[in-house]
T-cell receptor, first 113, second 116 residues
Framework: GESVGLHLPTLSVQEGDNSIINCAYS??????FIWYKQESGKGPQFIID?????DKRQGQRVTVLLNKTVKHLSLQIAATQPGDSAVYFC????????????FGAGTTVTVRA | DAGVIQSPRHEVTEMGQEVTLRCKPI?????LFWYRQTMMRGLELLIY????????DSGMPEDRFSAKMPNASFSTLKIQPSEPRDSAVYFC??????????????FGPGTRLTVL
């Protein structure tokens, strides 16, 4: 399943399939990007981050891709599981040590059994 | 590790009443953040403390909002008087490094505030 920018706030994906969540950021000066996962009734939880000098970073079952040319960020989740159902936010900041995060609107991911 | 603790988890009050939200950061963390989350505006930073000192309160919406951090283990966010438009989920987050990697912001479970 794939979401497009912030205009499609929901994504339904079959369990076991790969998910792709997209985010268009606005500030070309942003240097640092983070993906957060927020489950119902909980606070946001850090998933993975990437600095602007990289275009790809991998974690456990997750990969973040950064395309600075078009100001686009994506989060790929491999073999999506029911526990991946949540709202996913991208956040940007001007620097690695900048406490000010600007959050996107979020994409709701629902995993179908 | 208990994580960031917030209380109450839910608060329902009437317009005009004073509301106090509480936060206990993770022990040893010296940065603390208050955020507000609404459907319309998403997650917004209200105020940032470092070593108990308010560093940036530019996100505080108006004078009805105030925040304090009397010691390293406790912070409050107060709204007086409260208004229906203040209804939101308020998150507290803490970070172990002063001005360091913001990846280390750990969020609490939030307080859902409803002002009638």
């Amino acid at each position: 399943g794939e979401s497009v920018g912030l205009h499609l706030p929901t994504l339904s994906v079959q369990e076991g399939d790969n998910s792709i969540i997209n985010c268009a950021y606005s500030n070309s000066a942003s240097d640092y990007f983070i993906w957060y996962k927020q489950e119902s009734g909980k606070g946001p939880q850090f998933i993975i981050d990437i600095r602007s000098n990289m275009d790809k970073r991998q974690g456990q079952r997750v990969t973040v891709l950064l395309n600075k040319t078009v100001k686009h960020l994506s989060l790929q989740i491999a073999a999506t599981q029911p526990g991946d159902s949540a709202v996913y936010f991208c956040a940007e900041s001007l620097g690695f040590n900048d406490y000010k995060l600007s959050f996107g609107a979020g994409t709701t991911v629902t995993v179908r059994a | 590790d208990a994580g960031v603790i917030q209380s109450p988890r839910h608060e329902v009050t009437e317009m005009g009443q004073e509301v106090t939200l509480r936060c206990k950061p993770i022990s040893g963390h010296n940065s603390l953040f208050w955020y507000r989350q609404t459907m319309m505006r998403g997650l917004e930073l209200l105020i940032y403390f470092n070593n108990n000192v308010p560093i940036d309160d530019s996100g505080m919406p108006e004078d009805r909002f105030s925040a304090k951090m009397p010691n390293a283990s406790f912070s409050t966010l107060k709204i007086q008087p409260s208004e229906p438009r203040d209804s939101a989920v308020y998150f507290c987050a803490s970070s172990p490094v002063a001005g360091g990697p913001i990846t280390e912001q750990f969020f609490g479970p939030g307080t859902r505030l409803t002002v009638l």
